[in-house]
């Protein structure tokens, strides 16, 4: 397995780098709103993990990757189609890119959007038996594959 590359976006304290096995990808950023999230994170930076306090609706990382991941996010973000598809342009040839959303109206009605515009490569839906919530994670990919 080659050494992979992933951006997460709201990446909250890092809790997704923690449970990454630290051999199998080569580099990861974390990005989240609060500062106060992203200093929790910080004691976990080094050369492979960097964590940076950014509103993901404007943050360029200067680079593509292989896998970039929208953990409970993008409902928060104004015109989430868009902020898609331009993160959508910085995968690395072949790379995927993961939403994570609550299952709620919202994000049932922004599914449906994304629907039309990405094809998804798989799902899953997983439920927490204790509170009765449910998450719905899906693999995008583009449909056109020129954009």
């Given at each position: 397995m080659r050494n992979l590359s992933i951006l997460d976006l709201g990446c909250g304290e890092g809790i997704l780098q923690e449970k990454l096995c630290y051999n199998n990808y080569l580099?990861?950023?974390?990005?989240?709103?609060?500062?106060?999230?992203?200093?929790?994170?910080?004691?976990?930076?080094?050369?492979?993990?960097?964590?940076?306090?950014?509103?993901?609706?404007?943050?360029?990382?200067?680079?593509?990757?292989?896998?970039?991941?929208?953990?409970?996010?993008?409902?928060?973000?104004?015109?989430?189609?868009?902020?898609?598809?331009?993160?959508?342009?910085?995968l690395e040839e072949g790379g995927l890119l993961i939403v994570s959303m609550l299952v709620t109206e919202k994000s049932n009605r922004l599914w449906k959007m994304i629907e039309q515009s990405y094809d998804i490569k798989d799902e899953v839906i997983v439920t927490n038996k204790l509170t009765d919530n449910s998450w719905v994670i899906k693999v995008l990919t583009n449909l056109d594959h020129n954009d």
């Open positions: 580099y990861y950023v974390g990005v989240d709103y609060s500062a106060e999230a992203i200093s929790k994170a910080l004691n976990r930076e080094d050369e492979k993990p960097r964590f940076v306090n950014a509103d993901i609706s404007d943050y360029s990382p200067g680079r593509r990757f292989d896998f970039i991941i929208f953990n409970e996010s993008l409902y928060y973000i104004e015109d989430p189609l868009r902020i898609v598809k331009r993160y959508m342009s910085l």
